[in-house]
């Protein structure tokens, strides 16, 4: 027999990928695959949470879920913060990757003839 999945259950599904998530980001580069896997994920259990449930909900489930929410939320904030330090490192590596570049297009790329010099010495 097919269990219904209640309300309770997709948050803490949702909780369980978010920490799965944050794991992931805190612990390896950025891959996009893993985003976009877990973005799948989230919208489907998304779309699963009834807007309105059948029968009114008790005040300890309401409360409960309250929880759950909060802790979804706190998860988000920490999912979004590691993101800006990747992003922030990120930003750093590309205008380091940059610098080296034109330094090096400066000086004719080390013997390269396909580039021409942004700068030229002058001579005294």
């Given amino acids: 027999m097919h269990k219904i999945r ?18 992931e980001v805190k612990n390896s580069e950025w891959q996009e695959s893993t985003f976009f896997n877990f973005s799948v994920k989230w919208d489907r259990l998304k779309e699963l949470i009834p807007s309105n ?9 309401r409360e409960q879920e309250v929880i759950r929410c909060q802790t979804l939320m706190n998860l988000y904030q920490s999912i979004m913060d590691q993101m800006e330090i990747q992003l922030s490192r990120l930003g750093s590596e590309m205008k380091g990757a940059r610098q080296s570049k034109r330094i090096i297009n400066a000086y004719q790329g080390m013997g390269r003839i396909d580039q021409i010099a942004f700068y030229f010495d002058e001579k005294k």
């Fill in 6 to 23: 209640t309300r309770m259950d997709i948050y803490d599904e949702m909780i369980d990928i978010c920490e799965q998530y944050l794991l």
């Fill in 53 to 61: 449930e059948i029968g009114a909900r008790s005040d300890k489930e």
